[in-house]
């Protein structure tokens, strides 16, 4: 937020798999994620391919919704 005040940002908590081992509970990443004023929170899994799917599209949804609200600038075509 120091350096880029207006960028949304996601909590993402890697390796969810390895749910025995976990240190930090769901509940305890939500809170932090609400802490830092994260857009969202999520957590996945690459060795069982879940969560994954949803960050990419939050992320690509925020970026549309970013692009919705600025102007469109107007583009000159040039033809040869």
Known sequence: HNFCPNVPFVLVGCKSDLKDAKKITTEM??????????????E?????????????????NMQK??????????????TG
């Open 44 to 60: 996945c899994s690459a060795l069982k391919n879940e969560g994954i799917r949803d960050i990419f599209q939050f992320a690509v």
């Open 29 to 42: 990443a939500k809170d932090v994620a609400d802490t830092i004023h994260a857009a969202a929170f999520f």
């Open 65 to 78: 919704q970013k692009r919705g609200k600025r102007k469109t600038k107007t583009r000159l075509k040039i």
